[in-house]
């Protein structure tokens, strides 16, 4: 066998066999394959596609490429969740602790933000003292003690996927859905989870613009996880406009605390954050998910998840006195207003804008390796379909830059979108795709 056959048989849009690929991760893993036939290789892959069995083959054997989490002794409880990336998003710091006080174990690895999504283990970090590091042996104690611990994702983790994603970056294959989903589920493979619940975001602040191709991702990853004896259940939600107010990593974690405390509890946010932690909670403890969500319920109305993120922090380090009074969470010094010019309901919320501006701020970074500002950001004051009144704020922006009020000036008028008409925002919670 040799590569080059491989590259021309997926040139003519011929499918692969299970050790063609076998044999492609392998040579890419001993480094034998030059990067502009790997580059072309891509290419072929983006235009020809790929069935929905050699994704799954593919996924399995970037999994299998480097070190796999063994969660066995947890037996059919585990359970990991995943965002494909959105603006605003801190679903994991709500959901995480929900579903670690309804009996579920969660040994999570996360990733840092990039590009103008956001990333959990910066946001932790945001919280002075957390350690996102802790030894193989530490992390899986911590879940055995208290049912979550959640860890940056380490370096021996999926070497095929950062091989390939370094040179799709470069080369216009990203948005190919076979590459994405197994760069997505290889890492969810590896990490060990027996469950595992997707959050497909759709819209123009997401990689999926529009609902057929979230649905096609969806599909395709639910499908790898059946294939890969996974339970998998995908929800597709809308990122048209960014999820909650806060979009920046302190900022964020003070509003994950907020709707832990029973503060919020009637938005976008708090509907996302409820289904899927029911969803989480059908697959590791097989119930309907009816009966899920009423463990959701009582798990944020008893406080008993917010008893277990307080937990949680503290066993990695986190300041809990943070955790207690969010305004002593790190906050930059400088504050910028952007008010309505008109009197109106909010009839739009542009999420793309809206992460380059948080990103610009210091909240994001623009290379992998840049550090960020945990203190950096924006609040929204308003959602979707509330009414807002002219020179009352819309925007608040945080930064420690004092080039902050350009940074917000240069961004386009209409990001915030006002009407005369009351709307109906549009829906949260788009579809829901089950094995
Ligand atoms: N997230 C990933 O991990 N990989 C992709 O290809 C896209 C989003």
């Given amino acids: 066998m040799n590569f080059d056959d491989i590259l021309l048989k997926k040139r003519n849009g011929g499918t692969l066999t299970d050790s063609e690929i076998e044999f492609f991760i392998g040579e890419l ?71 670690a006080a309804c009996g579920c174990k969660l040994a ?13 283990v910066d946001k932790l970090e945001a919280i002075p003292g957390y350690r996102s590091t802790l030894s193989a042996d530490d992390f899986i104690a911590q879940v055995q003690r208290i049912g979550i611990a959640v860890v940056g994702q380490s370096g021996e983790l999926v070497p095929a996927d950062k091989k390939l994603y370094a040179l799709r970056d470069v080369t216009c294959t990203v948005d190919s859905i076979p590459l994405i989903a197994s760069s ?32 096609a991702l969806a599909a395709l990853m639910v499908e790898i996880g059946r294939q890969n004896g996974r339970r998998v259940t995908a929800v597709i939600t809308d990122m048209s406009a960014p999820l909650g107010r806060a979009v920046g990593n302190a900022l964020e974690v003070a509003e994950a605390v907020a709707l832990l405390k029973g503060e919020i509890n009637d938005s976008p946010l708090y509907e996302v954050c409820v289904v899927l932690a029911s969803e989480m909670i059908a697959l590791a403890g097989q119930m309907s998910v009816s009966a899920a969500r009423a463990q959701v319920l009582n798990a944020l109305q008893s406080g ?22 969010t305004s002593a969470l790190p906050l930059s010094p400088l504050a ?4 309505a010019d008109t009197d109106g309901y909010i009839a ?21 390796g840049d550090a960020v500002d945990p203190g950096a950001g924006l ?6 379909g509330e009414y807002v009144q002219k020179g009352e704020p819309m925007l608040r922006v945080y930064g420690s830059t004092p080039a902050l009020p350009a940074l917000a000036m240069r961004m386009p008028r209409d990001m915030i ?12 919670i788009l579809e829901t795709i089950r094995q």
């Avoid at 790929?50 to 059919?76: K, P, Q, Y």
């Avoid at 999570?108 to 959990?120: C, E, F, N, V, W």
């Fill in 348 to 368: 739009e919320i542009d999420a793309e804008n809206t992460g380059i501006l948080a990103k610009a701020t210091g909240a994001g970074r623009v290379n992998k």
């Fill in 184 to 215: 997505i589920m290889s890492k969810k493979l590896a990490a060990g989870s027996r469950n595992i619940v997707l959050d497909v975001k759709c819209g123009n602040g997401a990689f999926m613009k529009s609902l057929a191709s979230a649905k």
């Fill in 29 to 99: 893993l001993a480094e034998r394959i030059p990067d502009y036939k790997l580059s072309a290789f891509l290419m072929a892959i983006f235009f020809r596609g790929m069935t929905d069995r050699e994704t799954a083959v593919l996924t399995a054997e970037m999994a299998h490429s480097g070190d796999c989490n063994d969660l066995s002794v947890f037996g059919d409880l585990t359970v990991d969740k995943h965002s494909t990336g959105g603006v605003g998003d801190k679903t994991t710091l709500i959901v995480a602790p929900i579903a």
């Fill in 417 to 428: 979108k006002i009407t005369d008409k009351k709307i109906q925002p549009p829906p949260i």
């Fill in 304 to 325: 008993n998840a917010y008893k277990k993120f307080k937990e949680w922090i503290a066993a990695q380090g986190g300041d809990i006195a943070c955790i207690d009074d």
């Fill in 379 to 384: 609040v929204l004051t308003h959602h979707c």
């Fill in 336 to 339: 910028y207003e952007i008010c």
């Fill in 108 to 120: 999570k690895m996360s990733g840092r933000a990039l590009g103008i999504t956001g990333g959990t």
